[in-house]
């Protein structure tokens, strides 16, 4: 007579096969969101640091520059990635995913340069996501002018 070894069944095996297969279709899209989440607040700080960069550099050259990648390290880093764009005119745009999502500019009047942040209107989810995160009425900075005293 010959004895059996205990062992799994065929549909014992299937069982955690189906079983895994569920938890995996419900833990990828979780762990995708966690990845833009990232994302977009390493894009919040890269637009923290320029503003901050920018009015630093602002406030001890009493002046700007027509490039905004030219007074902040945070833009120079952001477009050698390709996620920002510094042209001349004062003004850059941040991508998110390669999309056009954020625009800083100085604006210069008679008496003052400010430094304003505006959304760009676009129909890519991640960049709605970053510009619901971004206020841009708190990052009105102004450069330099009648009301600054240095």
Known sequence: MRILKPAFTM????????????????????????????????????????????????????????NLCKMSNALSKLSSSNEANCSEGNVSIIKMGGVDCIKLEVIHTITNNDLNVSKINTPNSLCKYLQKEVNPALYEVRLNGNTIKY
Do not use: C, H, Q, W
């Open 11 to 66: 549909i014992e095996l299937i069982f955690v096969i189906v079983i895994i297969g569920i938890l995996a279709s419900v833990m990828i899209p979780k762990m995708m969101a966690t990845r833009d989440d990232a994302r977009v607040s390493t894009r919040i700080i890269d637009i923290g640091n320029a503003i901050t960069e920018i009015t630093a550099y602002a406030v001890s050259k009493a002046t700007t520059t027509s």
